[in-house]
């Protein structure tokens, strides 16, 4: 009795740090409690005394677990009925809403929309060297590669959290022009919105963004404008296939990205992007 005592004090001490990393690494709450509470079994099941290192046992059983759970996702992920977007594989389950948005926030949602993007073992070896220093050498029996390979892994998945491809200059003037534009539709001001918007400018949606309330296509400034006023509350700029861009994901879960054309210091077109395939398709990285 007292050695399940103290070892459910020893997890306890670890949970907070469990917990962090396997939100990390699957955006979900819900999910991330359930690793930490499978690490809880598999040590219960365990002779804990010959663990050297308890906190790095259970940093690598969770670990695995969200390895098996991200690869999971890959496997299951259903079409979509036609028409109908999809929530992504891996959130159907609610969490608690405010503690999901807590935890997006201090991670960053646009590093948690370019986590989801990466493959499965791609994001372990991210996040369990560049987020949480673990060495190469401890993450390669997680991920069943070389540490040669993990770091190559964790080099790749950098390069996509970092938004390499896009020139800081440009991008630089560009955010301005987008940080009004998102400014003026939070807002509703309309002009606002005209004065960042070309005359001529072009909004296109394809069928998953007119399903979720959008419009096929709107030419001129004033309506794109009138289209925009008072929305945009949950978007944020970030790169996209290299380029500055929008996206709109409510607490890290990527629900539409809008692919930015500019002309000068203007908008000049604005493609909407809901369809789940074309959005695990698109590059998202985060600004540099």
């Known amino acids: 009795m007292e050695n399940e005592k103290w070892l459910a004090e020893q997890f306890q001490a670890h949970r907070d740090h ?18 930490v509470q499978e690490a809880w079994l598999r040590l219960s099941r365990t002779e804990a005394a010959g663990i050297d290192n308890l906190g790095g046992w259970l940093t690598t059983v969770v670990a695995r677990v969200c390895l098996d759970t991200l690869r999971s996702r890959k496997s299951r992920r259903e079409e979509p009925l036609e028409g109908e977007p999809q929530p992504a594989a891996g959130h159907e389950r609610a969490a608690d809403p405010e503690r999901e948005a807590e935890l997006a926030d201090n991670v960053g949602l646009a590093l948690l929309v370019v986590l989801e993007a990466l493959a499965p073992a791609e994001r372990v070896a991210f996040v369990l060297h560049d987020m949480f220093d673990l060495p190469f050498e401890e993450i390669a029996p997680i991920v069943g590669r070389s540490p040669t390979a993990v770091r190559q892994l964790a080099s790749r998945a950098r390069r996509r959290v970092r938004g390499t491809k896009a020139s800081q200059a440009a991008v630089a003037g560009q955010r301005k022009i987008v940080d009004a534009f998102l400014a003026a539709a939070r807002s509703g001001d309309v002009a606002g919105l005209l004065a960042v918007l070309d005359p001529d400018v072009v909004l296109r949606a394809d069928r998953a963004a007119v399903h979720l309330g959008g419009v096929e296509e709107l030419r001129g400034a004033e309506a794109v404008a009138d289209n925009f006023k008072g929305k945009a509350q949950v978007a944020r700029p ?25 002309a000068g210091d203007r908008i000049a077109a604005i493609e909407v992007v809901a369809d789940r395939d074309r959005l695990e398709a698109l590059d998202l990285s985060t600004l540099p």
């Open 18 to 35: 469990l917990q962090r990393v396997a939100y990390r690494m699957l955006g979900s709450t819900g999910e991330a409690e359930d690793a």
């Open 238 to 262: 970030m790169l996209v296939d290299g380029a500055l861009g929008v996206v709109v994901a409510p607490q890290g879960k990527l629900l539409l990205a809008l692919s930015l054309t500019f």
